[in-house]
């Protein structure tokens, strides 16, 4: 199997990229926090994972062994499929995925596209006890507030879309959701732009 890759970006798409290596492409589905920082001609090293199903062989990449492995975790689980666990990976990363486990934060979960009450609760029940003692992911480390798990968000799409920086963007909603990590997309935007644009009335 594929544990590895080291090469050049050479296409990036929606939700994946196609690493050169030595002349092969390989094409690889990742977390949204990898393909956001990717670009052409970068010089990537991709952790890999390859899914083998009946109609389908698929390469998946991670930015760390640990992202991996907290891969390979969340498929352990009954329910969760690569692309379930990918979409907790894109929404939150590794650290605040971990810290939702073992803090039984349900809400958080089922903020991810694909992940009900039930597949959550599957997550929590299989995957707590091991968090716990996982010295990969502290339990104390971690929040919603950390730049790796803004990144994507919608709140930060729409401030881009206002013309707002990337890195100004995450840092005001950082700051936003330092106190409060339930606020809705509307309301994160809202306190954001107050930070950014303080003449504005919101």
């Known amino acids: 199997m594929i544990g590895m890759l080291r090469g050049k970006v050479w296409e990036i798409q929606s939700e994946r990229l196609v690493i050169d290596v030595n002349g092969t492409g390989y094409l690889l589905t990742v977390p949204y926090g990898l393909l956001s920082k990717a670009y052409p001609e970068q010089e990537l ?20 062994y ?12 009954s329910g969760i499929g690569p692309k379930a ?15 939702a486990i073992v803090s039984e934060n349900l809400n958080l979960l089922t903020k991810v596209p694909g ?3 039930k597949t959550a609760q599957r997550l ?28 994507h968000s919608e709140a930060v799409q729409t401030l881009l879309a206002l ?3 990337l890195e100004e963007a995450r840092q005001a909603l950082g700051q936003v959701l330092k106190d409060n990590l339930e606020l809705t997309t509307e309301e994160q935007v809202k ?3 107050r930070l950014l644009a303080p003449s504005q009335k919101v």
Do not use: N, W
């Open 45 to 64: 090293v991709v952790y890999t994972h390859v899914v083998v199903r009946e109609d389908d062989l698929s390469l998946y990449g991670f930015s760390s």
């Open 163 to 165: 013309g707002f920086g």
């Open 124 to 151: 929590i029940l299989e995957l707590k006890e091991k968090f716990k003692g996982h010295s990969s992911f502290p339990t104390g480390g971690g929040s919603l507030s950390e730049p790796s798990s803004l990144t």
């Open 66 to 77: 640990e992202e991996k492995q907290l891969f390979l975790e969340m498929l352990s689980v």
């Open 191 to 193: 306190k954001a732009l």
């Open 115 to 117: 992940i009900g009450k």
């Open 85 to 99: 666990a990918i979409s907790l990976l894109s929404t939150f990363g590794a650290v605040q995925i971990q810290s």
